[in-house]
T-cell receptor, first 115, second 113 residues
Framework: DAGVIQSPRHEVTEMGQEVTLRCKPI?????LFWYRQTMMRGLELLIY????????DSGMPEDRFSAKMPNASFSTLKIQPSEPRDSAVYFC?????????????FGPGTRLTVT | DQQVKQNSPSLSVQEGRISILNCDYT??????FLWYKKYPAEGPTFLIS?????DKNEDGRFTVFLNKSAKHLSLHIVPSQPGDSAVYFC????????????FGPGTRLSVLP
């Protein structure tokens, strides 16, 4: 079975540019999560979708960040405009049920570098 | 306010010996706990879980112990192997409250050959 798929694996961009990260969850999973990992803050939840509907976006840092889930097999996380402090590894994860109830399966991550 | 703590940033163990990774939590509503393992350049991988109705769960070389009164859980790896070298994250949730897992900061385990 394919796991969670993320693209790109690495992204280097200049400050001010738009960045779009992509995620394909595991088929049949109805919850999808976007996380950001940094040395300072560890693994922090940005947003959580259930059945394609955003349930909790309280972790989204600011209006520069937006996430969509147009269907059950695809989600995007967009940063516009990007800033150097957005440099981090971004993980997408999916689970077969609600947040906090089932274990989550993580993708390999996208390492974002904003110069 | 860190609700899930892993106070040892790193741990070194000799191959074949036991590795014990510790995790403490502060929220008494937490009733479900997970351990994840993470290799460099990969996402975290689910390892083992335990519900608060149990005090022990075993899966092969991995055993998780839960002490609810102390709000403490530990992951035991016996015997440790070099391939176990990774960062281990503890995560906790209160399942009835619709909130996501809270992750600890991780412990880097090095198993020395």
């Amino acid at each position: 079975d394919a796991g969670v798929i993320q693209s790109p694996r690495h992204e280097v961009t200049e400050m001010g540019q738009e960045v779009t990260l992509r995620c394909k969850p595991i088929s049949g999973h109805n919850s999808l999560f976007w996380y950001r990992q940094t040395m300072m803050r560890g693994l922090e939840l940005l947003i959580y979708f259930n059945n394609n509907v955003p349930i909790d976006d309280s972790g989204m840092p600011e209006d520069r960040f937006s996430a969509k889930m147009p269907n059950a097999s695809f989600s995007t996380l967009k940063i516009q405009p990007s800033e150097p402090r957005d440099s981090a590894v971004y993980f997408c994860a999916s689970s077969p049920g609600l947040a906090g109830v089932y274990e989550q399966y993580f993708g390999p991550g996208t390492r974002l570098t904003v110069t | 306010d860190q609700q899930v703590k892993q106070n040892s940033p790193s741990l070194s163990v000799q191959e074949g010996r036991i590795s014990i990774l510790n995790c403490d939590y502060t929220n008494s509503m937490f009733d479900y706990f997970l351990w994840y393992k993470k290799y460099p350049a990969e996402g975290p991988t689910f390892l083992i879980s335990i519900s608060s109705i149990k005090d022990k769960n075993e899966d092969g070389r991995f055993t998780v112990f839960l002490n609810k009164s102390a709000k403490h859980l530990s992951l035991h790896i016996v015997p440790s192997q070099p391939g176990d070298s990774a960062v281990y994250f503890c995560a906790a949730s209160a399942r009835g409250y619709g909130q996501n897992f809270v992750f600890g900061p991780g412990t880097r385990l090095s198993v020395l050959p």
